[in-house]
């Protein structure tokens, strides 16, 4: 930056000197009420002090943490990639309690800044601002979120307010990127006019302007808790305060005080994308009755909902904000069904969601803190798991409001650096596919799984139908004999007419991003059956072995009855022999025996039938009949039609000249005029 500087002939320019960071209000001329502190303990300082109203009230706590967020997130510079001079960035700041509208307003101004990253630095070096230093130090993340800030008012300045929070480094920082207005919206203009850019917006790749787009007027969605409401009760009470309920989507866009009912899921509203400010301090939000959630994940909670029968528990393996969770248990009967979260690490977090549940009058969600691949199968605390829901961590591709939803799920602030770039990085994403299969294999291993929900917030087919092809083909050729193999079914929630054009296969449900809402892929893997010895009984297995030929079947019912008649009620005294056979069913001796009898032709007559005679001693024998030589060679020298392999008399071997004979033909030899002869090949 030094040579760019003796290049154009620019003076170096002094650098403010660095000074005590110090915390007051504006008005306040004492300097006693000053507080020299340093900049690790500003937080306390800044938020000991009374914030509410207007979040316009406290700009330079927003350029605080805008910039903590930024420095942890932030690509190197081009001077610290020439310089070969990149450090690791600092771990993400923890926010203290704050408004939400406070900390969405951060978390913006973060993200804003890591979009235009590039651009801002090329403007700071092109007007001269940082031409007398060639090294980043510690005050340039709070210059590109004040040059960001400047950037989206268009360089007007900011009027300050009576009471305001003020900082003595960011005003100072902030007067002298003033100072440097000209210059920098001349390099603006500059940028601009290099790629025909009509907006600072064109100026960002096609992707992300195209999702800032779509994400700037999408609807606000909430779930009804029914567990303390109805859905009927909170159009009402929402119908009593002025808003107005329309029938489609279509009528919320014009009108703000309006809301619908969502065509996928019975309990969620759609409201206009300007009652999110409104919405978030309703009472209704407030009592637990109404949670704000983005509808992609809402779709994952409702194919649960299908799949589950009466005392079947179920496996969530990311809780994250725990408002997925709650969702899927308010689904549930409360005193039948148990959910068992995962992915909830530190005992305060745990706190944090069990609070929320208790809010929400949610009882029958039990946190895990393990790793969920260190949980054995055999578990019995999950001897009762029925259905799975697989929420994994994935590129979350398909979020158009990145803030919102990181707020909403509470994921990790470097989703934030993941989608502020245009291109996809493809070792991370390999990365993600590997532990969505690794996931995916470890939940269809536990013995009494029925169904597993696999759902993403990605546009990815690798993260997507990929992943669960994959998984479930080698899943059915590792699996136990006993187990009956998974398949995909068809989505469980309703499709609109708009869906079903749009779906690339019907095995599964796909949405791409619009201005409606975000992009999501929903699969539902569910087993063919049960086990055979489980869904089976004996009777059933037998008759299922007999239709495919591994074994003689039951006799007719005409045979029955026939043996029943010649049988008296003494004969049912048998003693039971060590081999049993199932009630009702004959033996395979016996059915080819009946078979051979009432097939046999020979002009002989029939043969003789069981015949029970009484002995001396009083009691029943029951004598078997005799078979004469005659009867059971008799097929040899009948004229009839020679009985077929499966007719064969019990007992006798059936000699392959005897097939040969069977099965003899005379050979007719056809016309000549009548022989087809073979088509050429073509």
């Known amino acids: 930056?030094?040579?760019?500087?003796?290049?154009?002939?620019?003076?170096?320019?002094?650098?403010?000197?660095?000074?005590?960071?110090?915390?007051?209000?504006?008005g306040d001329s004492s300097p006693s009420k000053n507080m020299d502190v340093e900049r690790k303990n500003l937080s306390e300082c800044i938020f000991s002090m009374h914030i509410d109203g207007d979040s316009t009230d406290v700009y330079h706590p927003i350029y605080h943490y805008a910039s903590q967020v930024f420095a942890s997130l932030r690509q190197p510079s081009k001077v610290e990639v020439l310089t070969r001079k990149v450090e690791p960035n600092p771990d993400p700041p923890n926010l203290p309690e704050m408004e939400e509208k406070v900390k969405?307003?951060?978390?913006?101004?973060?993200?804003?800044?890591?979009?235009?990253?590039?651009?801002?630095?090329?403007?700071?070096?092109?007007?001269?601002?940082?031409?007398?230093?060639?090294?980043?130090?510690?005050?340039?993340?709070?210059?590109?979120v004040i040059l960001c800030d400047m950037l989206n008012r268009k360089f007007v300045k900011r009027p300050y307010k009576k009471g305001e929070a003020c900082i003595p480094y960011v005003q100072e920082l902030e007067e002298d990127l003033l100072s440097f207005s000209t210059k920098l919206n001349a390099s603006l203009a500059r940028n601009r006019i290099k790629f025909q850019a009509s907006s600072i917006e064109c100026l960002l790749p096609e992707n992300i302007r195209q999702r800032d787009e779509k994400g700037s007027n999408m609807p606000t969605y909430a779930w009804v808790n029914q567990l303390k409401t109805s859905v009927s009760e909170v159009t009402e009470a929402l119908r009593e305060e002025g808003f107005s309920m329309s029938k489609t989507w279509d009528g919320i866009q014009d009108m703000e005080n309006t809301f619908a009912l969502d065509g996928h899921c019975p309990n969620v509203l759609v409201f206009h994308s300007g009652c999110k400010e409104d919405?978030?301090?309703?009472?209704?939000?407030?009592?637990?009755?109404?949670?704000?959630?983005?509808?992609?994940?809402?779709?994952g909670p409702h194919s649960v909902k299908q799949l589950l029968n009466e005392g079947d528990d179920i496996i969530h393996t990311n809780v994250g904000s725990g408002w997925t969770t709650a969702h899927v248990a308010s689904l549930t009967t409360q005193d039948q069904c148990t959910v068992y979260g995962f992915g909830v690490k530190g005992q305060s977090r745990v706190d944090q969601v069990n609070g929320q549940m208790r809010k929400l009058e949610i009882e029958n969600v039990k946190l895990i803190q393990d790793n969920i691949f260190d949980v054995q199968h055999t578990d019995p605390r999950?001897?009762?798991?029925?259905?799975?829901?697989?929420?994994?961590?994935?590129?979350?591709?398909?979020?158009?409001?990145?803030?919102?939803?990181?707020?909403?799920?509470?994921?990790?602030?470097?989703?934030?650096?993941?989608?502020?770039?245009?291109?996809?990085?493809?070792?991370?994403l390999d990365e993600l596919v590997s532990k969505h299969m690794d996931l995916l294999k470890h939940v269809m291993k536990f013995p009494k799984v029925q169904a597993v929900v696999y759902t993403t917030c990605s546009v990815f087919s690798e993260e997507n139908e990929n992943v669960v092809t994959k998984?479930?083909?080698?899943?059915?050729?590792?699996?136990?004999?006993?187990?009956?193999?998974?398949?995909?079914?068809?989505?469980?929630?309703?499709?609109?007419?708009?869906?079903?054009?749009?779906?690339?296969?019907?095995?599964?449900?796909?949405?791409?991003?619009?201005?409606?809402?975000?992009?999501?892929?929903?699969?539902?893997?569910?087993?063919?059956?049960?086990?055979?010895?489980?869904?089976?009984s004996a009777a059933d297995i037998i008759a299922r072995a007999a239709a495919k030929g591994l074994c003689d079947g039951?006799?007719?019912?005409?045979?029955?009855?026939?043996?029943?008649?010649?049988?008296?009620?003494?004969?049912?005294?048998?003693?039971?022999?060590?081999?049993?056979?199932?009630?009702?069913?004959?033996?395979?001796?016996?059915?080819?025996?009946?078979?051979?009898?009432?097939?046999?032709?020979?002009?002989?007559?029939?043969?003789?039938?069981?015949?029970?005679?009484?002995?001396?001693?009083?009691?029943?024998?029951?004598?078997?009949?005799?078979?004469?030589?005659?009867?059971?060679?008799?097929?040899?020298?009948?004229?009839?039609?020679?009985?077929?392999?499966d007719l064969q008399p019990y007992g006798v071997p059936l000699t392959q000249a005897t097939i040969s004979r069977m099965n003899a033909t005379k050979q007719v030899r056809k016309d000549n005029s009548q022989t087809q002869q073979p088509k050429p090949f073509l």
């Not at 039971?576 to 002989?604: D, F, N």
């Open 1 to 26: 930056m030094a040579l760019l500087s003796q290049a154009y002939g620019r003076v170096p320019r002094a650098r403010p000197p660095r000074r005590a960071i110090s915390v007051f209000t504006a």
């Open 104 to 144: 969405r307003k951060i978390y913006d101004l973060a993200f804003s800044t890591l979009k235009y990253q590039g651009l801002l630095e090329d403007m700071l070096s092109e007007s001269g601002y940082y031409s007398y230093d060639a090294v980043i130090d510690e005050n340039h993340s709070i210059i590109m």
């Open 279 to 299: 919405l978030t301090s309703h009472e209704l939000v407030q009592e637990g009755k109404l949670v704000l959630q983005d509808k992609t994940t809402c779709l």
């Open 382 to 428: 999950f001897k009762n798991v029925k259905v799975v829901l697989v929420t994994p961590q994935d590129s979350r591709s398909g979020i158009t409001n990145p803030v919102e939803y990181m707020l909403q799920e509470g994921d990790d602030a470097s989703l934030l650096k993941e989608l502020s770039q245009d291109n996809v990085d493809a070792e991370k």
């Open 471 to 536: 998984v479930m083909d080698y899943s059915n050729n590792a699996r136990l004999p006993s187990k009956m193999p998974f398949r995909m079914i068809p989505p469980l929630i309703p499709l609109t007419p708009r869906d079903l054009d749009t779906q690339k296969s019907s095995k599964f449900l796909t949405i791409e991003p619009s201005e409606v809402m975000g992009g999501c892929f929903v699969a539902v893997l569910s087993r063919e059956g049960k086990r055979l010895d489980e869904a089976l």
């Open 554 to 645: 039951p006799a007719s019912k005409k045979d029955d009855d026939d043996d029943t008649e010649e049988t008296t009620e003494s004969s049912k005294l048998k003693k039971k022999s060590s081999r049993t056979t199932p009630r009702g069913y004959p033996t395979a001796k016996k059915s080819v025996s009946a078979r051979y009898l009432k097939g046999y032709k020979g002009g002989q007559g029939s043969a003789e039938k069981v015949v029970v005679k009484s002995s001396s001693s009083g009691q029943q024998k029951k004598v078997k009949p005799v078979r004469t030589a005659s009867q059971m060679f008799a097929h040899h020298f009948s004229s009839d039609k020679p009985a077929q392999p």
